[in-house]
Structure formats: structure tokens, C-alpha cells
């Protein structure tokens, strides 16, 4: 079930499956890079105006699932009108774009494709995107494609998250907590 909390506005209910902070990992085969399993972490807030803002973090996993170096950071505006879903995002690699897309008849998904980006000069060929959000059986997944102007459209990355609750959402009145916090549990 997807809560709708205080505050959200209407235009943005369609985007209220995303709010939150999601876990997981996921296969990235980045261009020029091996292919390697990646942890990754996203997060939706919004704070009354008429965006949500979008940031995420991904870092290379070893063959026990410890972290070995950051892979991609991206920070971002996500804005609904009508059906129509657009973007405005900027990664840590040098590059910012412009997305538009669509949300799904009757269920939270959404499409995405570049409509406009720029890159500044040290960062890595790049020339567009799709990616596909979808939220399933209390997850979000996702899959991105990227085309360079040497390479065409392929994926890239994909993740299967999962929500990550925070404890305090369980009790709205802390008070009702015994001193000791144990009995509680029990």
C-alpha cells in the first residue's frame, strides 16, 4: 500500500510510490568499465513545494557485498503534470539533463528518456538515456540505458531496492515507550 503523507501536493500523488530512502544492489556494465554488482542508495523527499527531490548514490560491491569505491552520484527534481513526468538532474560525472516521460495507465510506473543534456568537457562521452521506474511488490526497480555517440542505446545499470524504515514511523508518540524501551518489544 502506498501512503500519501501530510503536505504532498495533488500533482505530485502520482509520484508518492518513490518517497522515501530505497537499498539495494544491482549489475552496472558502465561503458568503458567491467561489469560489476553495485549497492546503491535513493532518496525521495519533498518539503510542500511542487517537486520532489531525488538523490542517489551507488558504489561497487566486492564478492562478499562490501563496498569497494564509489561508482555514480546523482542529485535531482522530479515534477509531474497531467501524466507527464519530467526531470532535471545533475551528475557527478559532469553532465546534466533534462528528462521527460510518462507515468503507466493504472499503476506506479514510470518511463523516462533524455530530452536535453550537456556535459562539460573532462566528463565521459555521453549522448542520452532511458530509464524505466517501477514500483513491485514493495519494491523499486529500475533499469537505465545509455547511448554514446560511439555506442547505441543499451543498459546499463539496473536495481532492485527495497524501503528502508525508519523505527520511529512504527510509534508516532515516543512517549508510550517504556523508560527502558525493552518492554516494548517483548
Request: aromatic share 10%.
Given at each position: 500500500m502506498?501512503?500519501?503523507?501530510?503536505?504532498?501536493?495533488?500533482?505530485?500523488?502520482?509520484?508518492?510510490?518513490?518517497l522515501?530512502?530505497?537499498?539495494?544492489?544491482?549489475?552496472?556494465?558502465?561503458?568503458?568499465?567491467?561489469?560489476?554488482?553495485?549497492?546503491q542508495?535513493?532518496?525521495?523527499?519533498?518539503?510542500?513545494?511542487?517537486?520532489?527531490?531525488?538523490?542517489?548514490?551507488?558504489?561497487?560491491?566486492?564478492?562478499?557485498?562490501?563496498?569497494?569505491?564509489?561508482?555514480?552520484?546523482?542529485?535531482?527534481?522530479?515534477?509531474v503534470?497531467?501524466?507527464?513526468?519530467?526531470?532535471?538532474?545533475v551528475?557527478?560525472?559532469?553532465?546534466?539533463?533534462?528528462w521527460?516521460?510518462?507515468?503507466a495507465?493504472?499503476?506506479?510506473q514510470i518511463?523516462?528518456?533524455t530530452?536535453?543534456?550537456?556535459?562539460?568537457?573532462?566528463?565521459?562521452?555521453?549522448?542520452?538515456?532511458?530509464?524505466?521506474?517501477g514500483?513491485?511488490?514493495?519494491?523499486?526497480?529500475?533499469?537505465?540505458?545509455?547511448?554514446?555517440p560511439?555506442?547505441p542505446?543499451?543498459p546499463?545499470?539496473?536495481?532492485?531496492?527495497?524501503?528502508?524504515?525508519?523505527?520511529?514511523?512504527?510509534?508516532?508518540?515516543?512517549?508510550d515507550?517504556?523508560?527502558d524501551?525493552?518492554?516494548?518489544?517483548?
Amino acid at each position: 500500500m502506498i501512503e500519501i503523507p501530510s503536505g504532498l501536493r495533488p500533482e505530485l500523488v502520482p509520484l508518492a510510490f518513490l518517497l522515501g530512502t530505497w537499498q539495494g544492489a544491482g549489475v552496472a556494465d558502465l561503458p568503458g568499465e567491467p561489469q560489476c554488482h553495485f549497492g546503491q542508495e535513493m532518496t525521495f523527499t519533498h518539503d510542500g513545494r511542487d517537486f520532489l527531490e531525488y538523490a542517489s548514490h551507488t558504489w561497487e560491491l566486492d564478492d562478499e557485498g562490501r563496498k569497494v569505491r564509489p561508482l555514480e552520484s546523482e542529485h535531482g527534481y522530479w515534477r509531474v503534470s497531467e501524466r507527464t513526468v519530467e526531470v532535471v538532474m545533475v551528475r557527478d560525472r559532469g553532465v546534466v539533463e533534462v528528462w521527460y516521460g510518462e507515468l503507466a495507465e493504472g499503476k506506479p510506473q514510470i518511463d523516462l528518456a533524455t530530452d536535453t543534456m550537456a556535459r562539460i568537457g573532462g566528463s565521459p562521452e555521453y549522448s542520452g538515456g532511458k530509464r524505466l521506474y517501477g514500483y513491485v511488490k514493495g519494491e523499486l526497480l529500475w533499469v537505465g540505458e545509455m547511448a554514446t555517440p560511439s555506442q547505441p542505446l543499451r543498459p546499463y545499470m539496473s536495481a532492485q531496492l527495497k524501503k528502508v524504515v525508519d523505527p520511529r514511523e512504527w510509534v508516532k508518540d515516543l512517549t508510550d515507550l517504556p523508560d527502558d524501551g525493552v518492554a516494548f518489544f517483548k
